[in-house]
């Protein structure tokens, strides 16, 4: 049973460009959540989706970021325009449906850096 | 929202136990603690959780204080795979997000 898997792992981008990072949950689960990492920091919650909805969206910044998980095909977090400022380690956790507390698998993460 | 403070880093030697404390003094009473780790390079990974009673599984045990203020990690023989950053996470009241803690690096000597 593969694990959470994000690609790429690692993404360059110029400042101005747009960067998708992408997020297969573990088999069964319907559950992902993304968290962003800055150096030398803790995860910082940004955004839970479940199929086609997203549950909570509070830790996104209000501009530029937005995410999905489609009915079919991984979760996507898109980041438009990017700043330096958005260079940051990106990671992606699932968790089976129902299931609670909830117990999170998280990916090897994308290491975004802006030019 | 819940908080919890965790030392910045501890050292050990190998194959001795580690205590990982963990402070949570705004704990609600439905609140689950749970302990993740971090190795370089790589996202967290499940080491244990709990809610009011001691919890043994094969890779750790979770001591929780009577009054569930604070809370200890402890491995029992420490291995330089061990090595790692040990967040001490919350899941925040009515939501469904973790707020992970500053975390403490733990440092295993041979």
């Known amino acids: 049973n593969a694990g959470v898997m994000q690609n790429p792992r690692h993404l360059v981008r110029r400042r101005g460009q747009e960067a998708r990072l992408r997020c297969s949950p573990m088999?069964?689960?319907?559950?992902v959540y993304w968290y962003r990492q800055l150096p030398e920091e803790g995860l910082k919650f940004m955004v839970y989706?479940?199929?086609?909805?997203?549950?909570?969206e509070s830790g996104m910044p209000k501009e530029r970021f937005s995410a999905e998980f489609p009915k079919e095909g991984p979760s996507i977090l898109r980041i438009q325009q990017v700043v330096r400022g958005d260079s940051a380690a990106y990671f992606c956790?699932?968790?089976?449906?129902?299931?609670?507390?909830?117990?999170?698998?998280f990916g090897s993460g994308t290491q975004l850096s802006v030019l | 929202d819940a908080k919890t403070t965790q030392p910045n880093s501890m050292e050990s030697n190998e194959e001795e136990p580690v205590h990982l404390p963990c402070n949570h003094s705004?704990?609600?009473?439905?609140?689950?603690i749970h302990w993740y780790r971090q190795l370089p390079s790589q996202g967290p990974e499940y080491v244990i959780h709990?809610?009011?009673s001691n919890v043994n599984n094969r890779m750790a045990s979770l001591a929780i204080a009577e009054d569930r203020k604070s809370s200890t990690l402890i491995l029992h023989r420490a291995t330089l795979r061990d090595a790692a950053v040990y967040y001490c996470?919350?899941?925040?009241?009515?939501?469904?997000?973790?707020?992970f803690g500053t975390g403490t690096r733990l440092k295993v000597l041979a």
């Open positions: 956790a699932s968790s089976p449906e129902g299931t609670g507390p909830e117990k999170l698998f």
């Open positions: 088999k069964g689960h319907s559950h």
């Open positions: 989706l479940q199929k086609e909805n997203i549950i909570d």
């Open positions: 705004t704990i609600s009473g439905t609140d689950y």
């Open positions: 709990g809610l009011t």
């Open positions: 996470i919350l899941r925040d009241r009515g939501t469904y997000k973790y707020i």
